[in-house]
């Protein structure tokens, strides 16, 4: 079974500032794909980025990107230029490329970002 | 397109009462799964679809029953509430492997 691991419960970082994420993950499968989800006061799950571990070229959203280490199962999210609206918990997922374990989305425990003004 | 919809948003329930949590698509989505959020705990699946007619167990099934008789609708049935019941739950759909799940916006329920 895929385990997924955030090991910041907490986080900071000063508006237009730059922060990281960090996300390891455990897997025996060569293929999958791996997300970060952002969940807002609202409770509200929003993705964020999307990752396929075939490309060996990092996903970019916006202001968000990922440094996705496959040999050392790493998978972590920068937010630059932070904004006040980027305060909230962040998770990172894993999916299976397996048609019945892909339905299953593993998560970590989640990061609480807070953006000080 | 609304997207996943789930009702109630709240919901207080007496500890044995049983309940249904509702949650449709409208996007033809073939995977639906649920969720429940626990501080600290991140999400953990209870049961997933993979099509209508089709459900399997996820990590945290005890106590809560699922049918998938249409492709739009996933409904999550409490037996006999229990205070450790108590979470935020999410429905969730998908397209295909390859593609994120969309959430509805959770049901927050409380057992006493």
């Known amino acids: 079974a895929q385990t997924v691991t955030q090991s910041q419960p907490e986080m900071s970082v000063q508006e237009a500032e730059t922060v990281t994420l960090s996300c390891t993950y455990d897997?025996?499968?060569?293929?999958?794909?791996l997300f970060w989800y952002k969940q807002p006061p609202s409770r509200q799950m929003i993705l964020v980025i999307r990752?396929?571990?075939?490309?060996?070229q990092n996903a970019t959203e916006n202001r968000f990107s990922v440094n996705f280490q496959k040999a050392a199962k790493s998978f972590s999210l920068k937010i630059s230029d932070s904004q006040l609206g980027d305060a909230a918990m962040y998770f990172c997922?894993?999916?299976?490329?397996?048609?019945?374990?892909?339905?299953?989305?593993?998560f970590g425990e989640g990061t609480q970002l807070t953006v000080n003004p | 397109n609304a997207g996943v919809t789930q009702t109630p948003k709240f919901q207080v329930l007496k500890t044995g009462q049983s309940m249904t949590l509702q949650c449709a698509q409208d996007?033809?989505?073939?995977?639906m799964s649920w969720y429940r959020q626990d501080p600290g705990m991140g999400l953990r699946l209870i049961h997933y679809s993979v099509g209508a007619g089709i459900t399997d167990q996820g990590e945290v099934p005890n106590g809560y029953n699922v049918s998938r008789s249409t492709t739009e609708d996933f409904p999550l049935r409490l037996l006999s509430a229990a205070p450790s019941q108590t979470s935020v739950y999410f429905c969730?759909?998908?397209?295909?492997?390859?593609?994120?799940?969309?959430f509805g916006s959770g049901t927050r329920l409380t057992v006493v």
């Open positions: 997922a894993y999916r299976s490329v397996q048609e019945t374990s892909g339905s299953r989305l593993t």
């Open positions: 990752q396929e571990a075939y490309k060996q």
């Open positions: 996007m033809n989505h073939e995977y």
């Open positions: 897997t025996s499968e060569s293929d999958y794909y």
């Open positions: 969730a759909s998908s397209q295909r492997v390859n593609y994120g799940y969309t």
